[in-house]
């Protein structure tokens, strides 16, 4: 390529890799966020389930001032206090044998981890995943992410994973064999169109692992603390092997863990994983004080009653438009009969985000502390716009 040598700077923009929504936020509190022109949003998306406390939540903004203001960085060849505190806070939420941590920044980071201990742990190389599954989009994976338009421009993904229907026991039994390292799955489908599959599939595929020494990933990336408890897997009475947690657990800032247990940890070669800026002092801090508000059983019952609530609202609007409503607790959708995209344009018009899980699908992901009052002004909204649209 024949590049301008005696250019001294550049117009530098992002790779336009999004659909731009159009708004330029500037501040957030709660559940609103405000824009540069000063006009209020309803926010029932929470950056895709990140502010799960909503905006500037006065504990977390203490917290992180606080400790910008003694210290931001240290690797994890250095002890801190403030990743020990995290340490403490997340392991009164998890239950046996998860005992063993490993830090990233991401999700995908999450999941790249999730994965190379996997293979690591079991000397095996497959991998199985869902349709429709979404596990982010670095090469690992993007390996385990099942949508063809996120997968096709960056072929040959990883070797050994392969992608079977979700919530399907028969389709898993067709396919463990003695060279699956781990089935990784998400408790409820996000991306994909939050999809809630039948009691007894986590279960099941808990059973069916360990029938042939098969780690289980559970991907509680979106779910983790939204579905009216801590993670989605307690409801099965199960525990993974591996489970990793990202967007919400900081409420904002960067973070992606993968726990696992010590048998597989012992495993893991020592220097084989890390990242520079991973667990660092500042997101551990935000961190730990979000875990802490979270541990309080009141919320996540409030969180299974905002869901209800919704789910009830919806269905008594009775719209001829909306084909489903599903979902568990702060975590819901909208299944239309027509496409998303326009009725999330005029939702944000008239001043309430929301966020789609597909062509049809209109998600929502709002903070756990949200108020009767805004569920029902977002359903009105849902509804107004549904009406305009015919
Ligand atoms: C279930 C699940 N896994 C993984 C990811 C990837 O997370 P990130 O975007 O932080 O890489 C997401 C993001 O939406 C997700 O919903």
Redesign the pocket.
């Known amino acids: 390529m024949g590049h301008d040598l005696t250019a001294t700077h550049t117009q530098l923009s992002p790779i336009p890799l999004h659909a731009s929504r159009g708004l330029t936020l500037v501040r957030g509190e709660g559940s609103y966020l405000w824009d540069d022109k000063d006009r209020r949003y309803l926010d029932l998306m929470t950056n895709?389930g990140v502010n799960l406390l909503g905006h500037a939540h006065p504990l977390v903004t203490d917290a992180i001032k606080l400790q910008a203001s003694q210290l931001t960085n240290a690797h994890q060849s250095f002890d801190t206090p403030a990743r020990q505190d995290f340490l403490v806070a997340l392991g009164a939420l998890l239950p046996p044998p998860l005992s063993r941590i490993s830090f990233g920044n991401?999700?995908?980071e999450a999941?790249e981890a999730a994965l190379k201990f996997a293979r690591v742990a079991t000397g095996r190389i497959g991998i199985i995943a869902t349709h429709r599954a979404?596990?982010?989009r670095t090469f690992g994976?993007l390996s385990a992410t099942a949508d063809a338009k996120y997968r096709d421009p960056f072929q040959p993904m990883l070797e050994g994973v392969r992608h079977i229907p979700f919530d399907d026991l028969d389709a898993l039994d067709k396919v463990l064999d003695d060279s699956v390292a781990a089935v990784i799955v998400?408790p409820i489908q996000?991306?994909g169109g939050v999809r809630v599959p039948a009691d007894g599939y986590l279960r099941g595929i808990r059973d069916r692992c360990d029938a042939r020494g098969i780690l289980l990933i559970c991907?509680e990336?979106?779910t983790g603390f939204r579905t009216g408890s801590p993670f989605a897997f307690t409801r099965e009475d199960i525990v993974p092997d591996i489970l990793c947690l990202?967007k919400s657990i900081a409420n904002g800032l960067p973070i992606?863990v993968t726990v696992t247990t010590e048998a597989v940890s012992e495993r893991v070669p020592k220097g084989s994983h890390g990242s520079t800026f991973a667990g660092n002092p500042l997101v551990c801090a935000a961190g730990a004080v979000t875990l802490r508000v979270l541990a309080d059983e009141t919320l996540h019952a409030r969180a299974a009653q905002s869901g209800t609530r919704f789910q009830e609202r919806i269905r008594d609007l009775g719209l001829p438009q909306i084909r489903e409503v599903r979902g568990r607790g702060v975590m819901q959708a909208v299944e239309l009969k027509k496409p998303a995209t326009p009725v999330i344009k005029a939702m944000q018009e008239a001043g309430v985000l929301v966020l789609p899980a597909g062509g049809t699908v209109i998600r929502f992901l709002p903070s756990i502390l949200i108020q009767d009052a805004q569920i029902d002004q977002g359903i009105a909204a849902l509804a107004e716009a549904l009406r305009e649209a015919g």
């Open positions: 895709y991401s999700g995908a999941i979404y596990h982010g994976a998400e996000g991306e991907d990336i979106q990202s992606g």
